[in-house]
């Protein structure tokens, strides 16, 4: 009887667990290769916002498609054909895209504001 109610307790734990952390984002999961749109601000700016749209990024500059070069943890560096260089940009956004399940747009920042869909987005 004790077991089947240990046993119990933990299938209710990880059905809760698992609830919990379904559709979180705020992690963009990028491989060599990809290409994604990404600010073209510059290196100084703080919005580090990618998205899988193209669009505006959340400082209000246009975003440029870029290619995924290496990915490392919490990181990847991109390159575009209007960069010089690869840039370094967060793959753990402290804002996300609040546009629902249904959105593709994945899209990541460090600052708030909208989305590339037009959603506003929510702090994590």
Same mark, same amino acid.
């Given at each position: 009887?004790? &077991?089947?109610?240990?046993?119990?307790?933990?299938?209710?734990?990880?059905?809760?667990?698992?609830?919990?952390?379904?559709?979180?984002?705020? %992690?963009?999961?990028?491989?060599?290769?990809?290409?994604?749109?990404? @600010?073209?601000?510059?290196?100084? @700016?703080?919005?580090?916002?990618?998205? &899988?749209?193209?669009?505006?990024?959340? !400082?209000?500059?246009?975003?440029? %498609?870029?290619?995924?070069?290496?990915?490392?943890?919490?990181?990847?560096?991109? %390159?575009? =054909?209007?960069?010089?260089? =690869?840039?370094?940009?967060?793959?753990?956004?402290?804002?996300?895209?609040? @546009?629902?399940?249904? !959105?593709?747009? =994945?899209?990541?920042?460090?600052?708030?504001?909208? @989305?590339? !869909?037009?959603? =506003?987005?929510?702090?994590?």
């Amino acid at each position: 009887m004790k &077991r089947a109610l240990i046993i119990t307790a933990v299938f209710f734990t990880m059905v809760i667990v698992a609830f919990a952390f379904a559709g979180t984002k705020g %992690k963009m999961d990028l491989k060599v290769g990809d290409e994604i749109y990404a @600010c073209n601000c510059g290196e100084k @700016c703080p919005c580090n916002t990618m998205s &899988r749209n193209p669009g505006n990024c959340t !400082c209000g500059s246009p975003m440029v %498609k870029a290619k995924v070069m290496k990915v490392e943890e919490g990181k990847a560096s991109l %390159k575009s =054909e209007s960069w010089d260089k =690869e840039r370094s940009f967060k793959t753990v956004g402290k804002y996300t895209c609040d @546009c629902g399940p249904d !959105c593709k747009c =994945e899209t990541i920042s460090q600052n708030p504001g909208k @989305c590339t !869909c037009g959603a =506003e987005m929510k702090k994590l």
